[in-house]
């Protein structure tokens, strides 16, 4: 009992019978008094240092020039040149437009959001997902199919900005200086000039919903996307500084634009390769007169201020997709071969057989993929139970393998 008495706190020297809990170290005790002032000293000293030192860090962003965000696409796209500069220039004039000082008789910049349009398969999402391997600020691609206009089932456009706050674990200073990629813009075309009775929920409906959220405004955001319920606790997001990157197909614009540009000149003096060669990439010349034709209403193309174009892919940018991009298709099936002791090799004349098969179908290098798991999709199913540690893949080999395939029978037919 005496032993008990003579225990002490080390730091305020109060006995045992003084405090209510007196805890034990290797050569001291402490009391519950003492702890809890070390837990004010703590919170004072210690954590106001450690919150700036994160936010300087969090808000810190590095600005990589146009040049150095477009060799680092070059890594992943083939081609496509002009729709890489576009984006490369964005995503740079965006991270100054974030970091700039803004004073009172200073130039406000605005952002300037982009529309791009490419058939499929040109690499249009392969390029938003580029970016989003390099940039420091919160990135998310959506989908515009899913999107209804309010009071109808689907998605509110403010479910986009959910993904947003998602990527950055809902911190809503940093999503609010993000990007967001809509993928098939062109879905949500407006459906007829005509009236109709019925409304066009996913069409125009969608587009004037889209409208604040590219001007910049002030938005309610149900946390966890959604619909929005009257007792759901919302989360506002200004959408002032977010840039706002769209990419459609536009399947059928190329004869409104071809209507526009007369391509079909007669006469002496008119230069046939020029006007086939238009004839081919007629994207190229697409301005917001053709989007507006296509159904695009003219207040959304407003605030999509910069128009770029992906070009259709020829034999040389396809043979390229195959082997030379750092994911490139045959390196990835390389790799599966290599995860069963297996080393993958290809006669040259393979690729230039996938090559003119996924012209022939038109489907771009979504095709090309197509194609390799038509081919190799029985390798992949016998060979892992065989004692084998190399496979050839000949010419003879791929034409009889596709041939069987559904695409290369439906072909045939």
Do not use: W
Request: proline share 3%; glycine share 6%; with cysteine.
């Amino acid at each position: 009992m005496a032993k008990q008495q003579s225990l002490h706190c080390s730091f305020c020297g109060r006995n045992r019978d003084e405090v209510k809990i007196l805890i034990a170290g290797q050569d001291g005790h402490i009391c519950e008094n003492c702890v809890e002032h070390a837990q004010e000293i703590i919170k004072v000293e210690v954590v106001p240092q450690k919150s700036d030192d994160q936010s300087g860090s969090k808000n810190k962003i590095t600005i990589k020039k146009p040049i150095e965000i477009k060799a680092f696409l070059d890594e992943y796209v083939i081609g496509q040149d002009d729709a890489k500069k576009v984006l490369s220039v964005a995503v740079y004039n965006h991270y100054k437009r974030i970091n700039q000082k803004t004073e009172n008789d200073d130039v406000e910049i605005e952002k300037s959001n982009i529309i791009m349009v490419g058939e499929t398969g040109t690499g249009k999402t392969l390029l938003a997902k580029s970016i989003a391997r390099m940039l420091n600020v919160p990135f998310a691609i959506v989908d515009a199919t899913v999107f209804t206009e309010a009071g109808y089932v689907g998605e509110d456009v403010e479910s986009m900005l959910s993904r947003l706050l998602q990527s950055c674990n809902y911190d809503v200073e940093s999503a609010e200086r993000g990007i967001v990629f809509i993928d098939e813009i062109d879905k949500i075309a407006r459906k007829s000039d005509n009236p109709s009775i019925t409304r066009d929920v996913s069409g125009e409906g969608v587009q004037q919903g889209l409208l604040k959220l590219l001007e910049g405004a002030e938005v309610l955001v149900p946390p966890q996307g959604g619909r929005k319920h009257p007792e759901q606790k919302m989360v506002k997001v200004n959408t002032q500084n977010i840039l706002f990157i769209c990419g459609g197909a536009f399947d059928g614009i190329d004869r409104i634009i071809a209507k526009r540009i007369n391509t079909n000149a007669i006469g002496f003096n008119v230069n046939k390769e020029l006007q086939d060669y238009q004839q081919d990439n007629l994207l190229q010349f697409i301005n917001a007169v053709d989007l507006k034709q296509f159904g695009l209403i003219p207040e959304l193309l407003g605030r999509l201020p910069v128009v770029t174009y992906l070009n259709p892919l020829d034999v040389l940018t396809l043979r390229s997709i195959l082997t030379e991009p750092k994911n490139a298709l045959i390196k990835q099936f390389i790799r599966l071969f290599e995860m069963e002791g297996i080393k993958l090799t290809f006669d040259p004349a393979v690729f230039e057989f996938m090559v003119q098969k996924a012209l022939e179908y038109k489907l771009g290098a979504r095709g090309l993929r197509s194609i390799c798991e038509g081919i190799l999709t029985d390798a992949m199913f016998e060979l892992p139970s065989k004692k084998i540690t190399e496979f050839n893949v000949t010419l003879e080999y791929a034409e009889n393998k596709f041939n069987v395939t559904k695409m290369g029978i439906l072909k045939v037919a």
